[in-house]
């Protein structure tokens, strides 16, 4: 028996309307989102309890190293699509900080939300002065109401219902403590399991994955603790930012590269398939092209078990064309259909961001409300003079996926 996806939505449809990057046509449109300050980077918008019942979605988003949540109203979607110019007519978004003082973490990098039980739940790592040497990664609970409650009230603050130390080297207290690990926490990615919350952290340099699962309360005892290694998809830090996602009964999906080296290094995505307690990986199809490398990457699958895949993706060596730039973490961002979860069998694909212009793509994440596909990603400004990327903002993408969604 087939498990329903984990946002409770089905679909029989494989197809989605393309639009250009600078905003609706067609099926989709856009609209750029921004944090308090003006900024903001991994941003996730996802829906609850309530977008059934008011039509807004929850997001969150990191602004300045401080966590963010809101809700955004997206009006009638059915209206938006074919508006052309969606950033003139974006929703307005409402912010509220996510009350950390209890964990002790003043600045967060990294964060990965997902909606499952009732509640929202986000990981992040707390930020020590480097991304390369994070330690201490989190898992806080959010209610939907607590939420929504608090932007009715103005508030300054929602206050997580619970919050537990999934990993660190130097915290006893936490769920997974060994001073002598090396994981690097910002990099990594969480799933809903029956039993709770799996935190899955990759390892620098042993190509191992660990999966740390977490009970529904967020107690002090990790319900599950899990390590796998000999995995091509899981060369060096970053690549454990890719998703996961359940599939048939008992078994789950990977969507990974297999280095995060773009500029330099040949890579490949890699679909890989494991078993309940996440061990076993066994890769099932590769997606590679010679013309391109690949990064991140985020995926839902179909009730006829077709993928829609965003992915991040940058020109090789010697296939960049006039004005194409790459910095890391940055490229073209590309939605894709994959027959059948095979990575060899394209069914459609668009581009969504290019990386032929100033403005670079990084970070994409998906997630969808019946027939409605929501795409997240960071853009950046490329500098030239400095190498570097900056005024880093969001953008959030809806595209109808035509057919029978029920």
Same mark, same amino acid.
């Given at each position: ?130 991304? +390369? /040497?994070? *330690?201490?990664?989190?898992? %806080? ?7 929504? #409650? $608090? =932007?009715?009230?103005? @508030? +300054? /603050?929602? *206050?997580?219902?619970?919050? %537990? ?7 006893? #207290? $936490? =769920?997974?403590?060994? @001073? ?17 919350? $799996? ?22 005892? $990790? ?184």
């Amino acid at each position: 028996m087939r498990r329903p996806p984990l946002l409770g939505f089905a679909f029989s449809s494989s197809s989605f309307s393309q639009a250009s990057n600078s905003g609706g046509s067609g099926g989709s449109f856009e609209i750029e989102v921004t944090g308090p300050g003006g900024g903001g980077t991994w941003l996730f918008a996802l829906p609850d309890e309530f977008s059934n019942t008011d039509g807004t979605f929850m997001l969150s988003i990191a602004d300045s190293r401080v966590l963010y949540v809101g809700r955004i109203d997206l009006g009638s979607l059915d209206d938006r699509l074919g508006s052309g110019d969606a950033d003139a007519a974006a929703a307005s978004i409402d912010w509220v900080e996510v009350d950390l003082a209890s964990t002790g973490v003043s600045e967060i990098t990294d964060h990965y939300h997902v909606y499952a039980f009732g509640k929202h739940w986000i990981s992040f790592a707390a930020y020590d002065g480097t991304d +390369a /040497t994070d *330690t201490d990664l989190w898992l %806080v609970k959010i209610d939907p109401l607590d939420v929504v #409650t $608090a =932007l009715a009230r103005g @508030a +300054a /603050t929602v *206050t997580p219902v619970a919050e %537990v130390l999934v990993f660190s080297t130097t915290d006893s #207290t $936490a =769920l997974r403590y060994d @001073a002598s690990e090396t994981y690097q926490t910002n990099d990594h990615f969480i799933v809903p399991v029956p039993t709770g919350i $799996a935190v899955a952290i990759g390892h620098p340099t042993n190509a191992s994955l660990r999966v740390i699962t977490a009970d529904r309360m967020l107690s002090s005892t $990790a319900v599950g603790d899990v390590e796998f290694g000999d995995i091509r998809a899981f060369y060096d830090p970053m690549s454990p930012t890719g998703s996961a996602i359940a599939s048939l009964e008992g078994d789950w999906k990977l969507l990974v590269p297999s280095s995060n080296s773009p500029a330099t290094t040949q890579n490949e995505l890699n679909l890989i398939e494991t078993d309940a307690a996440f061990s076993a990986p066994t890769t099932t199809s590769s997606l590679t092209n010679t013309a391109y490398n690949f990064q991140m990457a985020s995926f839902v699958e179909l009730a006829n078990r077709d993928l829609v895949v965003a992915l991040n993706r940058v020109p090789t060596s010697g296939n960049y064309t006039s004005g194409e730039t790459v910095v890391k973490d940055y490229g073209d961002i590309v939605l894709a259909i994959y027959n059948a979860a095979d990575l060899s069998s394209e069914e459609q694909s668009a581009v969504i961001q290019s990386c032929s212009h100033a403005q670079l793509g990084a970070r994409p994440h998906v997630s969808r409300l019946d027939r409605w596909l929501l795409t997240c990603w960071d853009r950046a400004t490329y500098d030239s003079g400095t190498s570097l990327v900056s005024g880093q903002v969001c953008r959030l993408r809806v595209d109808l996926l035509s057919g029978t969604p029920w």
